[in-house]
């Protein structure tokens, strides 16, 4: 079984910190996604990567940074807090796949981040 | 630019049939798929459909037109335990990535 494991389940900081969010796969896959969670927007990506040091900003990347050193990890990075940054991040991981074929993202359970 | 909608919330008894409908506009479309999400847990996959028409896995079925940038997920013989998000997702608009609809909350009433 894919496991994804997030580092936090719950986290609080304080505006102004720089925040660090971790992502492990198990599973060798070479795609790699941050997505936040909010009550009626679904789920919205922040940043992907297809492959080590490479990244691809998603629809909001505005506040956010990542980093992919090693293939099974991948860290998402809030340079300075906000409270509208509040929000549940979750961490998904999928095999890369051409045209029409599909590879399921696996997701981790979730970082519910509070920013104060 | 990438959207997706689908309605949110619908509400059936169990033992009956449910339709969420998705239409999207994506670039670049690959295929949509089909997620579920419990109340405090990871969404999970459901199903994918590249190419148009119905596919069935046990209960819940997908469908998709891509004339029409439409999908719908059905789910037969409701159970309590379906009651749960829904979300459509679209492959495209560069490579791998997927983007997800705003979600169908399903609640499922005795």
């Known amino acids: 079984d894919v496991k994804v494991t997030q580092s936090s389940r719950y986290l609080v900081k304080r505006t102004g910190e720089k925040v660090f969010l971790e992502c492990v796969q198990d599973?060798?896959?070479?795609?790699m996604f941050w997505y936040r969670q909010d009550p009626g927007l679904g789920l919205r990506l922040i940043y992907f990567?297809?492959?080590?040091?490479?990244?691809e900003k998603g629809d909001i990347p505005e506040g956010y940074s990542v980093s992919r050193e090693k293939k099974e990890r991948f860290s998402l990075i809030l340079e300075s807090a906000s409270t509208n940054q509040t929000s549940m991040y979750l961490c998904?991981?999928?095999?890369?796949?051409?045209?029409?074929?599909?590879?399921?993202?696996?997701f981790g359970n979730g970082t519910r981040l509070t920013v104060t | 630019g990438q959207s997706l909608e689908q309605p949110s919330e619908v509400t059936a008894v169990e033992g009956a049939i449910v339709q969420i409908n998705c239409t999207y506009q994506?670039?670049?479309?690959?295929?949509l798929s089909w997620y579920q999400q419990h109340d405090g847990g990871a969404p999970t996959f459901l199903s994918y459909?590249?190419?148009?028409g119905l596919e069935e896995t046990g209960r819940f079925s997908s469908f998709l037109s891509r004339s029409d940038s439409y999908g719908y997920l059905l789910l037969q013989e409701l159970q309590m335990k379906d009651s749960a998000s829904y979300f459509c997702?679209?492959?495209?608009?560069?490579?791998?990535?997927?983007?997800f609809g705003t979600g169908t909350q399903l609640k499922v009433e005795l």
């Open positions: 990567s297809y492959d080590v040091k490479m990244k």
């Open positions: 994506t670039s670049g479309f690959y295929g």
């Open positions: 998904a991981s999928s095999s890369i796949t051409l045209g029409l074929d599909n590879s399921p993202l696996h």
């Open positions: 997702a679209a492959k495209g608009g560069g490579g791998n990535k997927l983007t």
């Open positions: 599973m060798d896959h070479e795609n």
């Open positions: 459909n590249a190419l148009d």
